[in-house]
């Protein structure tokens, strides 16, 4: 008897393997939007929690951004309960705050699956993500200048976390879930021009293939996990140096600060904007490097503004942040 279709094959080795560390009793859920990537990805886990004997559901999640969104996610929440997943949740969310829309629907969408990962715990989230959104988050960082962080790209696992389709490319995913016999919703968000992401997607990415041959995706997502090794050790350091600065008052110890590498040493800056309230994707390496002159190069000069209404200052051999 033959087996399934190498695609398919592909999806359902890769869920095998994320499903396979997991602690006895832990239940799998697939965030799906009903899209192609994250629908093969929700086949997939049907198809092999039930024979690693791990719990499995779905989560659907109705941003409110566009007409029909609701009966949407209701659909999508259907066809997961169809597959054999469960429980499975749609859940509403209200997008807004600060950043863009991108960032503000993220936000939202993160809340939301956190929010279910709390109530069916111990559980974990298996994300859609593949090589080519691998690649489009990797040029994001260079366009935004962010540092080897945002080269690293996305890791395989943060936290509850799971991405198994890293290591396949969007063409694979979406073969997989055709020969699944499943029906995707293509979002019209991932073909507006007003998204980064999206022009990345359409425009970036093709131009270098066209520039430069194939590969490109590939080479991209493979840079991104030489370097998240190197990343994953500095980060460890600089929470050390962190910890440290923090002590003694509010904000950062210029003392402290002036003794480490500049390695460390913007990280630390970077970390302190974001949990001021910075959105991540509008913190770029110029805003931290202006932070670290008031430690390097202190002149007297005034505060540091950044994005999200926040601004950094040096006060009394200290680094702060605030409106």
């Not at 480490?260 to 904007?273: D, F, M, N, S, Y």
Request: aromatic content about 2%; overall charge positive.
């Amino acid at each position: 008897m033959s087996g399934p279709p190498p695609a398919v094959a592909a999806v359902r080795s890769a869920v095998r393997r994320a499903l396979s560390g997991l602690p006895e009793g832990t239940t799998a859920l697939v965030a799906c939007s009903g899209g192609a990537d994250s629908l093969a990805l929700a086949g997939a886990l049907a198809f092999e929690a039930p024979r690693l004997g791990v719990p499995a559901g779905g989560v659907t999640v109705d941003h409110g951004l566009q007409e029909g969104s609701d009966e949407r996610a209701g659909t999508v929440a259907k066809v997961l309960g169809g597959l054999g997943l469960d429980p499975v949740r749609a859940v509403a969310v209200r997008v807004g705050g600060r950043g863009g829309p991108e960032a503000a629907a993220r936000r939202a969408r993160y809340d939301a699956l956190d929010a279910v990962v709390a109530e069916l715990r111990p559980a974990v989230v298996l994300l859609g993500h593949t090589l080519d959104d691998q690649a489009e988050t990797v040029l994001l960082g260079l366009a935004r200048g962010s540092g080897a962080r945002s080269l690293a790209g996305m890791a395989p696992r943060t936290g509850a976390y799971l991405r198994p389709l890293l290591d396949l490319d969007r063409a694979t995913v979406r073969e997989a879930c055709s020969l699944m016999g499943l029906s995707p919703w293509e979002d019209p968000h991932n073909h507006d021009p007003r998204f980064a992401r999206s022009r990345v997607r359409h425009e970036a990415l093709p131009a270098l293939e066209a520039a430069l041959g194939p590969g490109i995706a590939a080479a991209l997502a493979r840079t991104a996990t030489l370097l998240r090794a190197d990343a994953d050790t500095l980060d460890a350091l600089a929470a050390d140096l962190h910890g440290r600065a923090r002590e003694g008052g509010p904000g950062l110890a210029v003392g402290v600060l002036e003794g480490a590498g500049p390695a460390l040493r913007t990280r630390v800056l970077r970390r302190a904007a974001l949990e001021s309230g910075c959105p991540a994707s509008a913190l770029n390496a110029r805003h931290v490097r202006e932070l670290d002159r008031l430690v390097t190069a202190w002149r007297g000069q005034a505060h540091i503004d950044l994005p999200g209404g926040v601004r950094g200052r040096r006060d009394a051999g200290r680094i702060v942040f605030g409106g």
